[in-house]
């Protein structure tokens, strides 16, 4: 198998049936490939190496879960926002309509939140959430140039991001 050039956790291999791809990230190895008898070799192959266990179709990685349907695969993050809204206390919030407050100005100006670790945690989570919720990326990338010392007013617009995705199905 080749590394990928473009992620260092990606390997592949062109099979005469297709393509082989392989992530490895820490302890944990996602196969995907276009036909099931290559999988088979591949799985033997890697048992031989290594201790391995099968878990089988792929369910849950990396906090995205992987339903499969008659078009295809389908990828949520539904259990990654539930935990997101329990660490916050956000669980039991009224959910929003809008992501952020409409024309709301914000400026690095104002009391300075306590916790930045925290903040600077959040805004990362939410970050990853946009795998699955690109439609959260701008208001994001909007809390997140303000990483370098949030105030309180900044963790409040965190809070109604929050609140929004309570709110959003999909």
């Not at 276009?34 to 999988?39: G, K, L, T, V």
Request: aromatic share 12%.
């Amino acid at each position: 198998m080749k590394k990928s050039k473009s992620d260092h956790s990606v390997f592949y291999k062109y099979s005469t049936t297709g393509i082989i791809l392989l992530e490895v990230n820490v302890d944990d190895i996602v196969i995907t490939i276009s036909d099931n008898s290559s999988i088979s070799h591949l799985k033997a192959f890697l048992h031989a190496q290594f201790y391995t266990k099968d878990l089988g179709a792929l369910k849950y990685f990396l906090g995205v879960e992987v339903l499969r349907g008659k078009k295809g695969l389908f990828l949520s993050q539904i259990k990654y926002v539930l935990d997101l809204l329990s660490e916050t206390g956000k669980l039991g919030a009224k959910p929003c309509s809008t992501p952020m407050v409409p024309n709301v100005q914000l400026t690095k100006d104002g009391e300075l939140f306590t916790e930045p670790e925290r903040y600077m945690r959040l805004v990362g989570k939410l970050n990853y959430l946009t795998v699955t919720r690109p439609y959260i990326a701008y208001y994001v990338s909007v809390v997140s140039q303000y990483m370098s010392s949030p105030t309180i007013d900044h963790w409040k617009i965190l809070e109604h991001i929050l609140c929004y995705l309570k709110g959003a199905h999909g």
